[in-house]
Antibody, heavy 126, light 107 residues
Framework: QVQLVQSGAEVKKPGASVKVSCKASGYTFTSYDINWVRQATGQGLEWMGWMNPNSGNTGYAQKFQGRVTMTRNTSISTAYMELSSLRSEDTAVYYC???????????????????WGQGTLVTVSS | DIQMTQSPSSLSASVGDRVTITCRASQGISNYLAWYQQKPGKVPKLLIYAASTLQSGVPSRFSGSGSGTDFTLTISSLQPEDVATYYCQKYNSAPFTFGPGTKVDIK
């Protein structure tokens, strides 16, 4: 069965960086995108960016450009999200989600976040 | 970037009630819209995609409609297990923005 298992909770000081991992199993890792979504306590879902594990291509939300880096290690089917220059507002649960793109005709497609990791709490505090 | 809004931000309804949530995109997105359900303390779950297609395993009391800029999620008969926050999301192109969410609970 498809699973995305994320690394454990982190506590970081302002200005530091954090790297969260997302290990995929139960499917071909390079055939689906990995997206990262975060959620501050009591707040909504915020999309951060996507990565194609096959090519390594990425796309980031403008808000995180310059601070986020998404990478992967295909040999261990693991995706990573690194966020730098942390501030207190970055305290949140970070989720990875598989992005399933399906073309149903020559131009139409679905792009679904069909499986999610369990979430990783990142706390930024001095 | 296209902005997503939802209304209401929260609602309280009785078991068996029909519940409707609205999502609006600031520009047309055809039917490239998904709905996610997030129960308290849980991971988000895909409910509906292509505005109206139910994900496998989702109860038939859930339905979606709309195209362009205006979309709705309807729960035909609210059940206690439907207590959750519901998010719409556009996926026509990146950024794959979520709406702010609608919290549904039982009156």
């Amino acid at each position: 069965q498809v699973q995305l298992v994320q690394s454990g909770a982190e506590v970081k000081k302002p200005g530091a960086s954090v790297k969260v991992s997302c290990k995929a199993s139960g499917y071909t890792f390079t055939s689906y995108d990995i997206n990262w979504v975060r959620q501050a306590t009591g707040q909504g879902l915020e999309w951060m960016g996507w990565m194609n594990p096959n090519s390594g291509n990425t796309g980031y939300a403008q808000k995180f450009q310059g601070r986020v880096t998404m990478t992967r290690n295909t040999s261990i089917s693991t995706a990573y999200m690194e966020l730098s220059s942390l501030r207190s507002e970055d305290t949140a649960v970070y989720y990875c989600a598989r992005g399933y793109r399906y073309y149903y005709d020559s131009s139409g497609y679905y792009y679904l976040f069909d499986y999610w990791g369990q979430g990783t709490l990142v706390t930024v505090s001095s | 970037d296209i902005q997503m809004t939802q209304s209401p931000s929260s609602l309280s309804a009785s078991v068996g009630d029909r519940v409707t949530i609205t999502c609006r995109a600031s520009q047309g997105i055809s039917n490239y819209l998904a709905w996610y359900q997030q129960k308290p303390g849980k991971v988000p779950k895909l409910l509906i995609y292509a505005a109206s297609t139910l994900q496998s395993g989702v109860p038939s009391r859930f339905s979606g409609s709309g195209s362009g800029t205006d979309f709705t999620l309807t729960i035909s008969s609210l059940q206690p297990e439907d207590v959750a926050t519901y998010y719409c999301q556009k996926y026509n192109s990146a950024p794959f923005t979520f709406g702010p969410g609608t919290k549904v609970d039982i009156k």
